[in-house]
């Protein structure tokens, strides 16, 4: 799976595009919103693969718990 990363999310119009302010702006932008992506996927991804690895519990009676 390929991804084109691109720095601007909105093209700028070239007389912006000299205010290094607003560039580094959006490529921070841009970089927080592919990493808050990219983490979020593992998250969900371990989320998976420990629901899978766990297994359902059957409920144990009362008797068995050492309850009173």
């Not at 084109?4 to 909105?10: G, L, S």
């Not at 519990?57 to 068995?64: G, I, R």
């Amino acid at each position: 799976m390929t991804q084109k990363h691109i720095a601007t999310v909105h093209p700028l119009p070239s007389s912006i595009l000299h205010n290094s302010v607003e560039v580094r702006r959006q490529y921070t932008r841009a970089a927080t919103r592919r990493a808050v992506q990219f983490i979020g996927r593992k998250l969900r991804i371990a989320g998976r693969r420990a629901q899978a690895a766990t297994p359902e519990m059957p409920e144990m009676p009362q008797a068995m718990q050492g309850g009173h």
